[in-house]
Structures are given as C-alpha cells and as structure tokens.
C-alpha cells in the first residue's frame, strides 16, 4: 500500500498549495519579496543591534537600533508597530545610517501604562528614548501617526529634529477623509479583517482596547493650527499617495504652511505607500535626506 505522501490527492494539494502560495507571492510583490528580502537581511547581517525598554508614564516602550553613522529615526503608524518599516530599514542602514525603531505606547512590544495615548505621550516617549540612546538630534521619517508625532516633534523640540519626513500625516481631525462602513461586511469577512488588524498592530490581546482608543484619538486629534506649522523650522517633506485617506488638499495646505515644507504625490498609492510603493518612497526619501 502506498504511503500517504505518495497518495495522489496528497500530492495534488502539495501541487496546489504551492501553486496558490507563489501566486498570492506574485500578486504581493514587491511587498512580498522587500519582506523575504528584509527576512534575509535581518538573520544575515552583521551590523550592530542595539535593543532596550524603557519604563515611562507606566509603560515599557521598546526601541531598537541597527547600523552606525547619522541617525534616522522611524516612527510607525497608529494600530502598526516597527515592523511596518521593512522596505525601509535594510536600505537605510545600507546608506550608512543608523536606523532607530519604536514601538509607540501600546503598539507591538510596548505596553499601554496609565497615561492617556495622545500625541504628546508618543512624542515624550519618543524623547525618553533618543536620551536612552545619547542622541542629540536627528532626522524623522515618520507614517501617519508617525508623521504626527514627527511633527510635534519639530514644534516641541526643534533643537532634537534635523529634518522630517511626514508621510500620509495630518494636522488636525479634519483632513481625514472618512472610510466606509465596515459593518456592512460579511461576518466571516469582519473576522479576517479583525486578525489581520490584530496582528499589524502586533498588540495581539490588547488590541481591541488598543483601536478603541487610537480611533478615539484620530476623531479629536492632532489639534495644529497654521501659527504651530509655521513655528517647524525642520525642512519638511509631505509625501501623500494619490488615493490617501489624508485628503490632498490638507496635504497641500500642511506643506505651504511650514516654514520648509514641499509635497510629493505617490501616484496609484494609498495611505500605506511605505508598504505598496516602497521604490518611490524609498527614492524620495533619498533625494530629500541626500543619501
């Protein structure tokens, strides 16, 4: 009797699901193979790996920092966490950069603490650990929330921001153009979309209290005005996809408000081009930080 491996029905699904893994490959790509790629680099590179917590208003806030040379500091979306950078992290370091990741405050390997999650934790946070690290100053390349806190940076402490990189971020509530109704969606679609929200924050059990909050944060916050874009003296590149959930036009008026702000429009992306269109971020941030 055969064995089960040599079954005809077990090696047409071995046959299938490899077929159906390489096509889900292509149809990723080249978010697919910037991550297999990003996978190789992390367990191959020799580079110097600094990680550490840091305790915090109640919270640990882990950090970690790969390579040598300027820093340049990444700061993650809201309901993401530092892993969202992988089309980023390996060529930056590449440059010559020392590339400073953080989990903000409740998000992948940092815990919630007492203090409220606002814009102004975040950013203190981020403050505790660039002293942690001994670092004085640096650029900040930072992603929706990111870009956010990389802007109150700018305006709260302008002597520690070289120069920032605000993608897909706004200044105030409104410049949020409201998504669909996701209640409207099939049940079994509603439990997909919930584990794959889950595991991008990477708050895993703590992320449903995780969303609620940060949505709640999205509704009433950041609160800048024209006067506080104006006082960022930092050079300023807003990059907005095409098809942003950040309406242009408050991309445009976030840019011409600082005082060194420029605009870049990703064509075809939406609010995750770091992910989606990564050559052209990639390419944008090079040009803008010289690398």
Same mark, same amino acid.
């Given at each position: ?6 079954? @005809? ?47 915090? %208003? ?50 992948? /390997? ?45 305006? /709260?402490? @302008? ?56 949505? %709640? ?24 996809? /095409? ?49």
């Amino acid at each position: 009797m055969p064995s089960l491996k040599h079954h @005809p029905l077990f090696l047409m699904f071995g046959l299938l699901t490899l077929a159906l893994g390489f096509s889900l490959w292509l149809w990723l790509r080249p978010m697919s193979t910037n991550f297999l790629n990003y996978l190789f680099w992390k367990y191959t590179t020799r580079v110097v790996v600094q990680t550490g917590t840091l305790k915090n %208003h109640g919270a640990n806030i882990k950090y970690v920092a790969y390579g040598s040379g300027e820093p340049v500091l990444l700061l993650h979306g809201g309901l993401s966490n530092k892993l969202s950078w992988f089309s980023q992290l390996p060529w930056l370091v590449e440059k010559g950069r020392r590339v400073i990741l953080i989990d903000t405050r409740g998000h992948g /390997e940092s815990t919630t603490g007492h203090a409220a999650l606002n814009y102004q934790t975040f950013a203190d946070d981020t403050l505790k650990v660039l002293d942690k690290l001994k670092i004085q100053r640096t650029d900040i390349i930072g992603w929706s929330d990111g870009g956010i806190i990389a802007l109150i940076l700018g305006l /709260e402490a @302008p002597q520690r921001v070289a120069k920032i990189v605000a993608i897909s971020a706004n200044f105030h509530p409104s410049g949020v153009i409201t998504a669909g109704d996701v209640a409207q969606q099939p049940n079994a679609k509603l439990k997909l979309l919930a584990w794959l929200r889950a595991w991008w924050s990477g708050a895993g059990d703590r992320h449903e209290s995780l969303e609620a909050q940060i949505k %709640h944060l999205w509704r009433v916050a950041p609160q800048l005005d024209h006067a506080d874009l104006q006082a960022i003296t930092a050079p300023t590149l807003v990059i907005a996809g /095409e098809n942003d959930i950040i309406d242009l036009p408050h991309s445009g008026e976030l840019a011409q408000s600082l005082k060194q702000g420029q605009l870049e429009i990703v064509l075809g992306a939406g609010h995750a081009a770091p992910v989606t269109h990564a050559e052209q971020i990639n390419h944008l941030i090079a040009s803008f930080l010289h690398l």
